[in-house]
């Protein structure tokens, strides 16, 4: 749900439906494999934004927006599966805009932390990116975009968890039409590109 306030600003409040699927599959001294499913439905983690347009585009400036998220812990955990992140989130991020019809132009950077629970403190993550959209008609657009998330390691009581550092290089490109009046469709597929992200 988004609802547009007065002064340039915006809210945006996100409750998702989440579908996880978690295989494990494990070699005891040698014995044979053997592999354990679990598949859960069930709520994930609701989040709030606000949003600020603080410049508006003109032919030598971009649009730029301040936004505020916090991605709370209230996901469900069933059958061991977690449906959401367990963590309480907070992000803050910087977007510039630039229209070039029928292309629009975006650039972004994102800071987020996480507070500590059940004595791990999940490190700081500094995000960049860009991206592009394309209209190829008055109601359907293409977008495509590129960021990289840099993670600080994880810690445990306060200690750092080797390895834990990591970063994630991550293409997504979707499509995006206007079916009806306030019927929208819209479809994305991201693909990892360094070994810490999803594939």
Do not use: C, H
């Not at 499913?37 to 003109?58: A, C, H, R």
């Not at 008609?137 to 750092?160: D, E, M, Y």
């Not at 550092?165 to 499509?175: C, K, M």
Request: glycine residues 12%; charged residues 15%.
């Amino acid at each position: 749900l988004r609802i547009g306030l007065p002064l340039g600003f915006q809210a945006e409040i996100t409750l998702p439906y989440e579908y996880k699927r978690r295989s494990t599959a494990s070699r005891v001294l040698g014995s044979g494999l053997s592999d354990q499913t679990n598949q859960e439905v069930g709520l994930g983690d609701p989040t709030l934004t606000f949003t600020k347009q603080l410049l508006y585009e003109n032919e030598g400036l971009p649009g730029l927006f301040l936004s505020g998220t916090w991605d709370s812990d209230f996901g469900q955990t069933r059958n061991d599966v977690a449906l959401g992140t367990g963590f309480n989130e907070f992000r803050v991020g910087m977007t510039a805009v630039k229209r070039q019809d029928p292309l629009v132009f975006t650039a972004g950077f994102t800071w987020q932390t996480a507070l500590e629970s059940g004595n791990v403190a999940p490190g700081d993550q500094y995000t960049p990116a860009v991206g592009m959209l394309f209209a190829v008609s008055p109601k359907t657009s293409l977008r495509f975009a590129q960021q990289i998330s840099f993670i600080r390691g994880a810690s445990v009581n306060g200690t750092p968890v080797p390895g834990s550092d990591q970063t994630q290089a991550v293409f997504t490109f979707g499509l995006l039409s206007i079916l009806a009046r306030g019927l929208t469709l819209d479809l994305s597929t991201s693909i990892g590109e360094t070994k810490d992200a999803p594939d």
